[in-house]
């Protein structure tokens, strides 16, 4: 066989693959006018058809960030309590694209609870463990020495250690969407929940009024956010491990299904001075004891499943 | 052959573009978006697209009592105005930008959590152009402790 023929065909399909990525990948960008509009004027449109089946062109479903979580047990009233952290010691165990994507979650939800608290030596340990992670998966640059040297650096200056736990999980978050590893992304998320939930329920004594406790709360209101992580998940349920996560997430809804919440209208008051908006509204919940204590038993067990 | 590799060079580099787009998308909300959110810390989320005139997009988020919140609809500027509004779950409208002179910022609390969704549109251009601009557009948020 001609060697030099083959190279050459070879190529010239290469061409071929490329010139079709360009010229698809460049007509998700620009759009012109012209062939739109002849576009539109050959259809009979129907106002409210158009109306009814109208599609966005993009939908994010936003889960609460390991930042955003430590930030709502915080102010919830948690206290501090090193033992329900993840050991750092475990980052050995995972070797498996799942379970450093869950455990970056959790690892990053345990840093953001420890620098609130500020908890300098855990902060370090819990941003090393995060770039161990982090360094598993392929992602480059979102955890370098650099960000260790930065955080070691500024380590009671709680204003910047916060700046850099949120570009590191912007950097994670990005990562994935450039690289078309979103069900990755949404895996390191629903971790990064799971851990924040499992924190919660742990710090929620057992003498505790629970309809009248913020950290119980705050726990319940994760009802609302469960549709946003089964969207998400559904989002990616072409991957297998996304898959695995959900059954957890199912069970996970199927206790909160027995949680009754109902909210009043919700009224927009926004204050001259300040310009900020209270989004004024009532919440009643109805709840049983025994669907709290089924839930924080079922939280535990998912949450050492990810982690153990 | 010199010349299919000359070719090859060509088409690869223009096939990097729209993930070139993508990095720059990120860089824009790292460099210009976050500095909009302070005195607010930005939650560290990544909510950021290429959108073109005339199309829209949506963000279903859960927002929690006792926070203070900051949403920041940065654009590159390049493209038109963008109309946003915040949604109840009934898509009651909470508020409208365009009643605030197209506001890109919005500061909030809430009294009980609630789910909620940001809705997005960019304006057509009114100036006369054979093509649609395109640009980065990132949803940011803000959290700050209640000071209360």
Redesign the interface.
Known sequence: MDI?SV??KA??F??VI??V??IT??G???????T?EVTIESLEIDEQLIKDVKT?????????????TA??L???GAVYNEELLNPTENVTNYVTNKSMALNLGVYTTDLSYASLFDQTQATINYMNASKRMAEGLGILNAIDENVIERLEANINNR?VI??I??????NS??FF??NDRQAMSTIVLVGGWVEGLYIATNLVGPDVDLNNN?LV??II?QK??L??VL?LLDENKDNEDVITVMTNVNELKAIFEKIEIT?S??E?VTDDE??????????EVKMKPETYYELKEKVKIIRNNFTL | ?KK??Q??IV??V??L???Q???QC?SF??KVCKLELTPY????????????EG????????F?????YRIYICGSDALPEIEFQVL?VNR?V??DNRKSDYSRI??????????LII?LRVKNSEEE????V?GCVA?M?G?K??AD
Request: hydrophobic share 35%; aromatic share 8%; charged share 25%.
């Open positions: 030099k190279h050459s190529l010239c290469l061409a490329v010139s990525t360009i990948g460049c998700s960008n620009k759009k012109n006018k012209d739109e966005v062109k993009e939908i994010f479903y936003s889960l609460p960030s390991p930042l955003e930030m709502i915080k102010q919830a204003d916060m700046d736990i949120s570009e590191t999980i912007m978050s990005s969407e450039e913020e709360n705050r209101d609302l956010t549709s946003t969207s909210s209208k919700i927009p300040t310009n900020v908006t209270t989004l004024k509204s009532k919440t | 052959m299919i590799y070719i090859l088409l690869t223009l096939a573009i729209p993930f787009g993508n990095a990120k909300a790292k810390i930005h939650d560290g989320n990544f909510n950021a697209a290429i959108l073109t199309e829209d997009a949506e963000l279903y988020k859960t929690y009592a006792g926070q203070n109840d009651n909470l508020y919005w500061d909030f609390k809430l009294e009980s959590s609630q789910q809705s152009t054979d093509e649609l395109s949803i948020f959290i402790e209640n």
